[in-house]
């Protein structure tokens, strides 16, 4: 027997698995290799030709192999300087804590909300169709640099995932494929939230009444804030302000920001449907998010005075028709961020999204995490 005289002992079932898994592997690899050098399609054109009738050339034979020989020559020297760069590369202790996320379940929705397609090889739990995965990490790598394709084939490959999540930063954020959601169900925005920023947040969602131009325009607003106000999550601060360009009108005028209870919301979502368009002819981007900003500081500065040390993110979701119409407006916008957050010295991320509403006007949808 190999293993007796190569002196293995297989003495439990994970020694075991560690041949089966090296042989699986080995496999693989060899199928792979065999691919690349291209030997299923020389077999097939052999296994093809009619020896019994064709006669060929020497010569042609001679030339063929050589120009085989030269191929196969490429595809060796590549392969030895992958093993090198492998060898250069990897480390004895690969496999720690930090190659792995922490993913954690993130909701549960009935089979209902789900029409399953499947993509890219992910395999989708019906019952509970969420990131599921244990406490303890599997011995299994994310490749978060690698393409979106290969990185869900390889995800595929690990039994504890039954849905993926993909964005841009790291930590899983948001379901893919999207499209299986219906546009009405909200459930996974508090999710996605949590992941994307487990801290707790400050949020301010600061509506542009004025540029609003048809009542189209304003029910659009309207919506977008209340998909926004529907990620508020228990631990969070929330404040809704609506702005005509020279004033801000906040839905609670005593404080900067309100509690995440349904009281509270019920407040902020009854302030979004009674506000209507302003008919105020100049509007100013900058100083309507100049003056949604200050809250922030003002917050921070009244928790400092009462002693309170908790680490909050700051969010300023902005709704607004034509924040970036204008290179000259776009400038000033960033330049008033700018002004105020250098005084309190905090860092900045901007994100701009533009939502379509299917008449050629898009809608700008500035998140910035503070």
């Known amino acids: 027997m190999y293993h007796q005289q190569q002196d293995i002992v297989r003495d439990n079932y994970i020694t075991l698995a560690a041949h089966f898994t090296a042989d699986q592997l080995y496999k693989a690899h060899r199928l792979q290799v065999n691919e690349l050098l291209g030997v299923p399609v020389i077999q097939s054109v052999i296994d093809g030709l009619d020896f019994k009738r064709a006669t060929l ?13 030269a191929q196969f020559a490429k595809y060796f020297n590549l392969l030895t300087e992958t093993k090198k760069y492998i060898l250069n590369n990897s480390h004895p202790g690969w496999i720690t804590s930090q190659d792995y996320r922490s993913m954690m379940e993130c909701a549960r929705i009935t089979s209902g909300h789900l029409s399953y397609e499947e993509q890219f090889g992910t395999r989708v739990n019906m019952t509970s169709a969420c990131l599921m995965s244990g406490k303890q990490p599997s011995k299994f790598l994310h490749y978060a640099e690698k393409n979106l394709t290969s990185v869900l084939h390889t995800n595929a490959l690990d039994s504890a995932i039954r849905w993926q999540y993909i964005i841009d930063a790291n930590g899983p954020h948001i379901e893919y494929p999207a499209h299986t959601f219906p546009v009405h169900k909200r459930r996974h925005w508090s999710p996605f939230l949590a992941a994307a920023l487990p801290q707790k947040r400050r949020v301010v969602i600061l509506i542009d009444a004025g540029t609003l131009l048809s009542d189209v325009h304003l029910a659009k607003a309207k919506s977008v804030a209340k998909i926004l106000l529907d990620g508020a999550i228990p631990g969070d601060r929330y404040m809704v302000m609506v702005s005509n360009g020279t004033d801000n009108a906040k839905a609670c005028k005593n404080q900067n920001f309100l509690d995440v209870t349904s009281e509270q919301i019920a407040v902020m979502t009854t302030f979004i449907e009674a506000f209507d368009r302003s008919n105020q002819k100049a509007y100013s981007h900058s100083s309507a998010i100049q003056m949604a900003c200050r809250l ?8 400092r005075e009462d002693g309170r040390n908790e680490f909050y993110h700051n969010i300023l979701f902005y709704i607004s028709r034509g924040v970036m119409s204008e290179l000259g407006e776009a400038a000033s916008v960033l330049s008033a961020v700018a002004e105020i957050f250098l005084e309190a010295n905090i860092r900045v991320k901007i994100n701009t999204l533009a939502l379509s509403d299917g008449i050629d006007t898009f809608w700008r949808l500035k998140h910035e995490l503070v």
Request: hydrophobic share 45%.
């Open 296 to 303: 922030f500081v003002k917050e921070e500065i009244i928790d």
């Open 57 to 69: 050339n020497s010569s042609l034979v001679r030339d063929i192999a050589n120009r085989l020989d």
